[in-house]
């Protein structure tokens, strides 16, 4: 069983920066592939960046690529993002995924969510 809670979202003018920052529970957190995803309303859930549980090549969503940033930290358990240069389209709802072998899967673990706004 893994628990994830996220923080760090906000409101913030386009252009400027946020650090998402997800923290698990559970002690096989390095055996886990994570992401994170974002839901804007009235569109679906979408990946946003995920790391594999290797500690491999990263993923990113054509979207964010050369602004967001997603790191993780086994030791301390968490996982998270960096974002740069954002934009209005970026407000959404930003949710942690912990999942094997990848992200995204049936049987996969969430966070509650995280709200990120960026204003124009």
């Known amino acids: 069983q893994v628990q994830l809670v996220e923080s760090g979202g906000g409101l913030v003018q386009a252009g400027g920066s946020l650090r998402l920052s997800c923290v698990a529970s559970?002690?096989?957190?390095?055996?886990?592939?994570v992401g994170w995803f974002r839901q804007a309303p009235g569109k679906e859930r979408e990946l946003v960046a995920a790391?594999?549980?290797?500690?491999?090549?990263?993923t990113y969503a054509d979207s964010v690529k050369g602004r967001f940033t997603i790191s993780r930290d086994n030791v301390k358990n968490t996982v998270s993002l960096q974002m740069n240069s954002l934009k209005p389209e970026d407000t959404a709802v930003y949710y942690c995924?912990?999942?094997?072998?990848?992200?995204?899967?049936?049987?996969?673990?969430w966070g509650q969510g995280t709200q990120v706004t960026v204003s124009s």
């Open positions: 995924n912990a999942d094997f072998p990848v992200v995204g899967g049936a049987g996969g673990y």
């Open positions: 559970g002690r096989t957190f390095a055996s886990y592939s």
């Open positions: 790391i594999p549980w290797t500690g491999g090549t990263t």
